[in-house]
């Protein structure tokens, strides 16, 4: 389902190149669910941009479903973002004015879903934040804030998620809690899972590791859950 | 030098109470490292604010250094956050339009320290952003940005270092470089560390241990290290 060949992105600073990504090649299929490990720097949220749609690489391909995304016109590209991907981004990326109910049911706007206020309340229900729907993001812990950022990602039943480090703020407990949704959600919907994770406890739920090392692939290995 | 009694801190939203601390007490002593755990939405972030004097109590005591805070003046509470106390945010609250190296100067410039411009210069070496100073958060990577964050909390060479959650982005590597330099400072200089983490390695590196569960402290305990 993803397909990505010698992705290369390149970030141009004045006299100076960054490398972020050098020449990534994978493939991943339907309903895989796995873990994207690297050091801090080593382009792991860079690559998960490109996958998301959420930017253009500086060369190379990536095939979403079949589909060459570098030829996708803007709606279609909109449409893939918002009904297709789940994305859960590392700085949660929530709208400061709008409480926990309202993020959760942004993407269900975009699908014109008339249930919307109900499935984005059992969304977060889900992740535990039943309490705290009327919360504003500075109303909210940091924990809290992006549960919020996952219940959203997951509220439109994409067919793909792709996580940023989502338990980077999570006491073990809660992250454990996380951790058996999206395994859930992956065996019961075969829904399509990444996550970017520099935590062994996450890792090791998943089927497989991809190591990045300074914007490359160093090691893409099934782990002993696979 | 920090002595805490009975500190509430309860939000009001309209017709609901949130009782974020129910009544906090403890004395930490000069030089002691410590970490303060619990769940998310325990109120550890609520708590670490109030000492950082970013923030007031409902009711309750504070007294920093024998002084009690609710009591000093607006100059006065500014001068101890910009002089006295290093606070590392668990969302880095870096200011966008920014490289990294003015960030870092940022508590300098309050202190008129003529030579800021090489002692953010260094502080940015030490958390292993050389390569980064001239990058705005946009051009960081959230471990990255997360180190800024701590080397603007350090350069100061404050005597009280307040951490929220300062590993959640970073690689096991990269965490460790970053506990090891809050050990050594700790142990050099005498810096009193407290460290908000759900992170066992953290945690294991500290002399104690205190658990927050739903805004009260649940135990307050000393780890081997000590
Ligand atoms: N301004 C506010 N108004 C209302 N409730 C708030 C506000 N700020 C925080 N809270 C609530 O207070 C509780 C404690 O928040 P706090 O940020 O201290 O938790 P925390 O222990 O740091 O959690 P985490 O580990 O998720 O960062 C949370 O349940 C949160 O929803
Ligand atoms: N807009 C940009 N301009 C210049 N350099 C950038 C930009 N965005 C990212 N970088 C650099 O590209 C590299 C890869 O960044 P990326 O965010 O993908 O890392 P990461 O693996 O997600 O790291 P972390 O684990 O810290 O989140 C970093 O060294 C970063 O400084
Ligand atoms: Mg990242
Ligand atoms: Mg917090």
Request: some cysteine; charged content about 25%; aromatic content about 4%.
């Amino acid at each position: 389902v993803v397909r990505v060949q010698d992705l290369v992105k390149t970030y141009h600073m004045g006299l100076i190149d960054v490398h972020a990504l050098r020449g990534v090649s994978f493939d991943i299929g339907k309903g895989e669910i796995v873990a994207i490990m690297g050091h801090s720097g080593s382009g792991k949220s860079t690559l998960l941009n490109l996958l998301g749609c959420l930017d253009a690489p500086t060369a190379g391909s990536y095939f979403l479903d079949g589909e060459l995304v570098g030829d996708l016109s803007d709606d279609a590209l909109a449409a893939i973002r918002n009904r297709k991907i789940g994305f859960v981004f590392q700085s949660f990326n929530l709208l400061a004015r709008m409480s926990a109910l309202e993020q959760v049911e942004m993407p269900l706007l975009y699908a014109r879903d008339r249930q919307r206020r109900q499935r984005a309340e059992e969304a977060l229900a889900v992740v535990g934040l039943e309490d705290r729907m009327h919360h504003k993001p500075s109303e909210l812990s940091g924990g809290q804030q992006q549960r919020v950022a996952i219940a959203r990602a997951l509220v439109g039943n994409p067919s793909m998620v792709l996580a940023d480090e989502p338990t980077g703020n999570l006491d073990t407990a809660t992250a454990n809690e996380i951790m058996e949704l999206l395994v859930l959600l992956n065996e019961e919907r075969r829904i399509t899972t990444l996550i970017v994770t520099h935590e062994a406890d996450v890792a090791a739920r998943t089927q497989r590791v991809i190591r990045m090392v300074d914007g490359a692939v160093a090691a893409d290995d099934l782990t002993a859950r696979a």
